[in-house]
C-alpha cells in the first residue's frame, strides 16, 4: 500500500480489481454520469486565474518584464482578449493562446503582459468575459530594499470533513499513506491573511494531490475536478501574486481506478505531467528551460532555480514511469540525454558570474525533493557549492526541518507540512532533530515566507494554524 518511497499508492491487484469494477460500472448507462467533469457547461466568466513571472528583461535590467495571465474556459478555444494598461483605463491589450489535453475538459489560456515600463508598477488588467479588473505589480528593474517570498510544497486541497477519505481497508481505515485526519485549509487561510505582505509564492511540487482525489470518490473521474477546484479556491491570491511551481512525483500522472480502466480516454493522456505542464505558464524560453520541468528566472537581487527532482536524469524516481509505475504510464524525455544537467549547470554558473560583478546577491535553488535526491543527482551537489548556491528549498516530506549551520552554503530547508491528505494532525511546535544530526524539525502544518535584501536573507517559518513563527533564522553577506 505504500511505494519504495513510503508514499500512498494501491497494490497492483487492487489496481486491477477496482479498474474491473470502474470498467463496468462505466458501460452502465446510468452511471455515465460518474465521468462527467462536474464543472462543465456555461461558463459565466474565465475561472482558475493565475499569475506567473515572464517576458525578457528590458535593455539594461534582469527582472521579467511582464507577467503570464492564465485562466480557464470551459467551451471558448479562440482567443481571448485581455485588456491592462497602468491605469484602470485599459489601453492596451494581448491575445490569449489556448490548449487543450483532455476532450471535453475545457481550454486552459495564457497571455503574456510583456515590455512593461519600470516606473510602472501596479498594472490593472481584465479577461474578456469577465467584470473584475485586477491588478498586479510588475517585477521591480532595479532591486527594492527587500521583498517576499511565500515558500513551500506539499499542498493539498480542503481537509478531510469536506473531503473524507471513502477508499478504506476492510476494518474501515484508510489505506496506508492516507490519513483520516487532515487539512490544506488552515495553510489556504493563512496565505489569505498574509497575501498583501507577499511579492510572489512557490510551490516546489505536489499541488492540490489531485492524484489522490479517487481516494475520495473510488470509482468517480475526479482528477481534472479536483485540479479545476484547487486552483479555483486559490484563484483570489493566484490573480494578485504570481505564483511560480516546480514538478512533484504527484503531478507525473493520474492512476486513479477510471484512469487505468479507461486507459486511451484518460490514463494515457493524464500521464507524463501532462496537466501540470498545460494548466502553468513558467519561464522557460526566458531562461533556455523546458516546459515548466526546469526553469529560472531573476527578482530584484536574488536568482531563483527551479529544478527538476523528478526525471531526465540517471537514476530519478520518474526516470521511465510515472509515480505508480504502472508499465504504459511513460514519464520523462523531456529534453535529450543530459539536457537537463548541462541546463543546470550552465545557468548555475552564469548566476555565479552575476553574483560576482554585484548584479546579484543571492541564488536561490528550489526543487520537490530533498537532500538524499540531491546527492544522488550527477554533479549537482558539487555545483552548488561552487557556485555558490545560499538555500536549497525542497517538499516531499510532510514536515519540516533545516539545517543549523547558517556558515556552510547552502542551507537546506525542507517546507512540506502545508497539509494533505498524507499528512496528519499538527504535532509538536518545534524540535530539535535525532541526536547527532545537524537538524531542526517541526511536524506542524506550516509554510515558509524568505524575505529577500541585497545584504540578508531572512527565513520564518509560520504555523498555519495560529500564525506563530515556528522556526527562524537569517543569512548575511
Known amino acids: ?60 535590467t534582469i527582472s521579467p518584464s511582464g507577467m503570464y495571465v492564465g485562466f480557464y474556459d470551459d467551451s471558448n478555444k479562440d482567443g481571448i482578449v485581455v485588456k491592462y494598461g497602468a491605469t484602470s483605463e485599459l489601453l492596451q491589450k494581448v491575445i490569449s493562446t489556448s490548449t487543450n489535453y483532455l476532450k471535453d475538459h475545457g481550454y486552459h489560456h495564457s497571455a503574456l503582459i510583456e515590455n512593461l515600463p519600470c516606473d510602472a508598477d501596479t498594472i490593472y488588467y481584465e479577461i474578456e468575459g469577465d ?85 475520495s470518490n473510488p470509482l468517480k473521474f475526479t482528477y481534472e475536478t479536483v485540479y479545476n477546484n484547487w486552483m479555483g479556491w486559490m484563484q483570489n491570491i493566484t490573480a494578485a501574486i504570481p505564483l ?12 486513479s481506478p477510471v484512469c487505468v480502466a479507461r486507459e486511451f480516454k484518460y490514463g494515457r493522456h493524464l500521464s507524463n505531467f501532462t496537466a501540470f505542464n498545460h494548466r502553468w505558464n513558467m519561464p522557460s524560453a526566458e531562461s533556455g528551460g523546458n516546459t515548466n520541468m526546469w526553469y529560472s528566472w531573476n527578482y530584484g537581487s536574488a536568482h531563483f532555480v527551479s529544478i527538476n527532482t523528478e ?24 529534453g535529450e540525454d543530459g539536457e537537463f544537467l548541462r541546463w543546470l549547470e550552465a545557468d548555475l554558473k552564469a548566476a555565479s558570474e552575476a553574483k560576482a560583478r554585484g548584479e546579484i546577491s543571492w541564488v536561490i535553488v528550489g526543487g520537490h525533493r530533498p537532500y538524499n535526491t540531491i546527492q544522488k543527482m550527477p554533479g549537482v551537489e558539487g555545483w552548488f557549492k561552487e557556485y ?52 531542526i524539525e517541526s511536524d506542524r502544518y506550516s509554510t ?24 527562524e533564522v537569517e543569512i548575511s553577506k
Not at 531526465?312 to 523531456?334: L, Q, V
Not at 549551520?405 to 498524507?422: F, R
Request: hydrophobic content about 35%.
Open 448 to 471: 515558509g515566507v524568505l524575505t529577500v535584501s541585497d545584504s540578508k536573507l531572512k527565513w520564518k517559518l509560520i504555523d498555519s494554524i495560529d500564525g506563530s513563527t515556528i522556526d
Open 244 to 255: 511560480m511551481v516546480s514538478p512533484g512525483n504527484h503531478e507525473s500522472e493520474c492512476h
Open 131 to 215: 467584470t473584475v479588473v485586477r491588478s498586479f505589480h510588475r517585477a521591480p528593474c532595479e532591486s527594492p530594499p527587500s521583498f517576499t517570498v511565500s515558500i513551500f510544497g506539499d499542498f493539498g486541497y480542503l481537509d478531510s470533513v469536506q473531503r473524507p477519505v471513502k477508499l478504506k481497508k476492510r476494518d474501515g481505515s484508510p489505506f496506508h499513506g492516507l490519513e483520516p485526519e487532515w487539512s490544506a485549509q488552515y495553510s489556504r487561510d493563512m496565505l489569505e491573511t498574509m497575501k498583501d505582505e507577499l511579492d510572489l509564492m512557490w510551490i516546489v511540487g505536489d499541488i492540490g494531490y489531485v492524484d489522490d482525489s479517487f481516494a
Open 388 to 439: 555558490g548556491v545560499d538555500i536549497y528549498f525542497a517538499g516531499h516530506s510532510h514536515s519540516y526541518s533545516r539545517t543549523l549551520d547558517v556558515k556552510s552554503s547552502p542551507m537546506y530547508i525542507v517546507a512540506g507540512g502545508a497539509g494533505c491528505d498524507e499528512m496528519g494532525p499538527s504535532k509538536e511546535s518545534l524540535l530539535l532533530g535525532p541526536v547527532g544530526s545537524d537538524l
Open 311 to 334: 526525471t531526465d536524469w540517471e537514476g530519478a524516481e520518474e526516470e521511465g514511469t510515472g509515480d505508480s509505475h504502472i508499465p504504459w504510464m511513460k514519464a520523462g524525455g523531456f
Open 1 to 60: 500500500f505504500v511505494n519504495q518511497k513510503g508514499f500512498f499508492r494501491l497494490p497492483i491487484r487492487c489496481y486491477i480489481a477496482l479498474s474491473k469494477v470502474a470498467a463496468t460500472m462505466l458501460s452502465i448507462s446510468k452511471f455515465i454520469g460518474l465521468i462527467t467533469l462536474t464543472v462543465r457547461g456555461v461558463m459565466a466568466a474565465p475561472s482558475q486565474i493565475h499569475l506567473s513571472l515572464g517576458g525578457e528583461p528590458l535593455e539594461g
